[in-house]
């Protein structure tokens, strides 16, 4: 069974620091990986998406993110970190080949941006 | 222009009353989601619609149902809600079954019960 694992339920980093959030997955098969952001009492937006092709993806709001095959990884940065990027992120899989698009999430983590 | 919309975005409700959540949508998209995201926990899906055909996640509790009356509606009914099922819910969209779609989310509806 597939399931994904984000390690850190809250970073904290200063405006114009690098942000890094970690997301393993865990899969017999390499699934579809994506990231959503989540703003307080708001729905999920997708930030970005892998599902074939080049390993790096670039998506919204400058961040971007690299599928890792051997590390089982797509862990998500972005080089400078603005006040507007805290919020709740959702690392999440579905399977390849599936009949569903049926979204594994992790249990996020909490960005906190500090001045 | 608001894809996939939630009324209301707060309701409160009594324990045991049914309640009824809504969901529109204006993408078209033939796959309807619901998803229930506790207190600083994931979303879990709850169930889906893939046009009028419905797939019930094996642990989604019988408390829960779900109606799709048209492409653009659906709506989640939960029969006796219980003080656990405060949360928010989540509907979202996506177009065809393909696991590599992406999936539209509503602003959720955030449901207290007393």
């Known amino acids: 069974a597939q399931s994904v694992t984000q390690l850190g339920s809250h970073v904290s980093v200063s405006e114009g620091a690098l942000v890094l959030l970690r997301c393993n997955y865990s899969?017999?098969?390499?699934?579809?990986l994506f990231w959503y952001v989540q703003y307080p009492n708001q729905g999920l937006q997708l930030l970005l998406k892998y599902t074939t092709g080049a390993t790096l993806v670039k998506g919204i709001n400058g961040f971007e993110a690299e599928f890792k095959k051997s590390e089982t990884s797509f862990h998500l940065t972005k080089p400078s970190a603005h006040m507007s990027d805290a919020a709740e992120y959702f690392c999440a899989v579905t399977l390849r080949g599936g009949s569903q698009g049926n979204l594994i999430f992790g249990k996020g983590t909490k960005l906190s941006v500090k001045p | 222009d608001a894809m996939v919309i939630q009324n209301p975005r707060y309701q409160v409700t009594q324990f045991g009353k049914p309640v009824t959540l809504s969901c529109s949508q204006t993408?078209?998209?033939?796959?309807m989601y619901w998803y229930q995201q506790k207190s600083s926990q994931a979303p879990k899906l709850l169930f889906h619609y893939y046009d009028k055909d419905f797939n019930n996640e094996a642990d989604t509790p019988d408390n829960f149902q779900s109606r799709r009356p048209n492409t653009s509606f659906c709506f989640l009914d939960i029969r006796s809600p219980g003080l656990g099922d405060a949360a928010m819910y989540l509907c979202?969209?996506?177009?065809?079954?393909?696991?590599?779609?992406?999936?539209?989310f509503g602003q959720g509806t955030r449901l207290t019960v007393v």
């Open positions: 993408l078209n998209h033939n796959v």
């Open positions: 899969s017999s098969v390499p699934p579809y």
């Open positions: 979202a969209t996506s177009h065809g079954q393909g696991s590599s779609t992406e999936a539209f």
